[in-house]
C-alpha cells in the first residue's frame, strides 16, 4: 500500500509509539525532484511493509520540519523506537532504497521476535487474571461505572443472579485488551468465564438468562471455586449420533445458521441480526436450526445462536455483529 499522508504532529507521535520503524519523506509541490521520488517512496512502501513509511508536506507541517532539522527537500528521515537513526538530503534514491532494505530487515526481526517471548508474558499474565476469581468478566469500565452498553448490560444480568464476580477494566490495559482477543479467538468486549472457560458476550449471557439456564452455568463456579485447569466432566454421548465427519460435513456448506427464516425470524437475536445484515446491505443465505440443531454447537465451540459466518469462518453471534456494525466495520469483516 502506498504512503500514508502526514496530517500533524499529533499523528505523527502515535505513529513513532505504535510502529518500530517509521520512514518520513519531507516534499513540496515546488521541489520537481522530491514530488519524483515519492513515487519511488510509494513503491518502497508497497514492497516492505514491515516498516512504515510517510509523507511530509514540508511547508504545510513546519513544526514536524523544524523538529527533524529538515533545511531542504527531498530528505528522509529513518526513525527507530521514536529516535532518528538515519538522515537523507538530497535526490538520492539508492541510498534511500538501501537504507529501507536494512531496516526492513531490522523491522521483520524485531516483529518476529515480539510474537514469541513477549508472547509468552502476556499469556502468563492472562491466566492469572482468569484464576484470580471463579467468574470473571473483562469489560469496558467497572461495575460502578460501565464505559459501553454492552458492559452495563451484561453487568446487570450477572448482579441479577446473585453471584459474586470480580471485573477487569480493559480499557486501562491495551495489552490485555488486545492478547485477550487472541487468547480467546473472541473479537470483541464484554468477555464472561467462568473456571478460566470463555462463556461469552452480551448475546450469549443474555440468552442463557432468557432460558434460565444463567444460574446454572455461574453456580458451580460460586459455590465450588474451580480454578483454571479443573477437569469438567463431559456429558455423555448421544445415542446414535451421526458421526462427525459426516455432521462436518454438512456444517462446512452452511454460511450462517439462525433460528427460523430472514422472512420469519422465530427469536429477538435472529430478528436482530438479520435487521443488521439488510440495513447494511449484505446478501447473504440462513439455515432455520430449529428444523435441525444438530452438531454446529460443537464444530463452532459457541453455544448460541444466532451465528454468522462468512466464508465458511465464524464471524459470531449478535453482540459481535452489533458493534460491527455500530463501528462501521462490518462490510469490511464480510467482504
Same mark, same amino acid.
Given at each position: 500500500?502506498?504512503?500514508?499522508?502526514?496530517? %500533524?504532529?499529533?499523528?505523527?507521535?502515535?505513529?513513532?509509539?505504535?510502529?518500530?520503524?517509521?520512514?518520513?519523506? /519531507?516534499?513540496?509541490?515546488?521541489?520537481?525532484?522530491?514530488?519524483?521520488?515519492?513515487?519511488?517512496?510509494d513503491q518502497l512502501a508497497d514492497l516492505n511493509q514491515q516498516i512504515f513509511f510517510a509523507k511530509v508536506e514540508a511547508e504545510k507541517l513546519a513544526d514536524v520540519t523544524e523538529q527533524f532539522d529538515i533545511s531542504s527537500?527531498?530528505? /528522509?528521515?529513518?526513525?527507530?523506537?521514536?529516535?532518528?537513526?538515519?538522515?537523507?538530503?538530497?535526490?538520492?534514491? %539508492?541510498q534511500l532504497t538501501e537504507q529501507v532494505v536494512?531496516?526492513?530487515?531490522?523491522?521483520?526481526?524485531?516483529?518476529?521476535? %515480539?510474537?514469541?517471548?513477549?508472547?509468552?508474558?502476556?499469556?502468563?499474565?492472562?491466566?492469572?487474571? #482468569?484464576?484470580?476469581?471463579?467468574?470473571?468478566?473483562?469489560?469496558?469500565?467497572?461495575?460502578?461505572?460501565?464505559?459501553?452498553? /454492552?458492559?452495563?448490560?451484561?453487568?446487570?444480568?450477572?448482579?441479577?443472579?446473585?453471584?459474586?464476580?470480580?471485573? /477487569?477494566?480493559?480499557?486501562?490495559?491495551?495489552?490485555?485488551?488486545?492478547? #485477550?482477543?487472541?487468547?480467546?479467538?473472541?473479537p470483541t468486549y464484554p468477555q464472561l468465564y467462568v473456571n478460566g472457560k470463555l462463556v461469552g458476550g452480551l448475546d450469549i449471557v443474555r440468552e442463557l438468562a432468557e432460558e434460565g439456564e444463567l444460574k446454572?452455568?455461574?453456580?458451580?463456579? %460460586?459455590?465450588?471455586g474451580a480454578a483454571v485447569g479443573d477437569s469438567v466432566k463431559e456429558a455423555p454421548a448421544k445415542e446414535e449420533k451421526p458421526t462427525k465427519e459426516n455432521l462436518n460435513a454438512r456444517i462446512?456448506?452452511?454460511?450462517?445458521?439462525?433460528?427460523?427464516?430472514?422472512?420469519?425470524?422465530?427469536?429477538?437475536?435472529s430478528r436482530k441480526i438479520v435487521d443488521l445484515l439488510n440495513e447494511n446491505s449484505v446478501t447473504f443465505n440462513s439455515f432455520n436450526i430449529l428444523a435441525d440443531d444438530e452438531g454446529l454447537k460443537e464444530y463452532s465451540n459457541w453455544p448460541t445462536y444466532p451465528q454468522l459466518y462468512n466464508n465458511a469462518k465464524l464471524v459470531g453471534g449478535l453482540d459481535i455483529v452489533k458493534e460491527?456494525?455500530?463501528?462501521?466495520?462490518?462490510?469490511?469483516?464480510?467482504?
Open positions: 500500500m502506498p504512503a500514508t499522508v502526514l496530517e %500533524s504532529v499529533q499523528q505523527l507521535q502515535k505513529l513513532v509509539k505504535e510502529k518500530s520503524v517509521v520512514v518520513l519523506s /519531507f516534499w513540496a509541490e515546488w521541489a520537481a525532484p522530491s514530488v519524483e521520488l515519492n513515487v519511488v517512496f527537500v527531498p530528505s /528522509f528521515v529513518f526513525l527507530q523506537k521514536g529516535k532518528i537513526v538515519h538522515k537523507i538530503e538530497g535526490a538520492f534514491g %539508492s536494512k531496516y526492513s530487515k531490522i523491522a521483520q526481526a524485531s516483529s518476529q521476535e %515480539s510474537t514469541t517471548k513477549p508472547k509468552e508474558g502476556i499469556n502468563v499474565r492472562l491466566q492469572k487474571l #482468569l484464576s484470580k476469581s471463579p467468574i470473571m468478566l473483562f469489560m469496558k469500565g467497572t461495575p460502578e461505572a460501565p464505559q459501553c452498553g /454492552f458492559s452495563r448490560k451484561i453487568i446487570d444480568l450477572i448482579k441479577a443472579e446473585n453471584v459474586q464476580f470480580d471485573t /477487569f477494566n480493559i480499557l486501562l490495559d491495551e495489552e490485555v485488551r488486545q492478547g #485477550l482477543k487472541e487468547y480467546s479467538n473472541w446454572m452455568t455461574l453456580q458451580p463456579a %460460586s459455590s465450588q462446512e456448506a452452511l454460511l450462517k445458521s439462525s433460528k427460523g427464516t430472514p422472512a420469519a425470524p422465530q427469536c429477538g437475536f460491527l456494525a455500530e463501528e462501521g466495520e462490518l462490510a469490511q469483516a464480510l467482504e
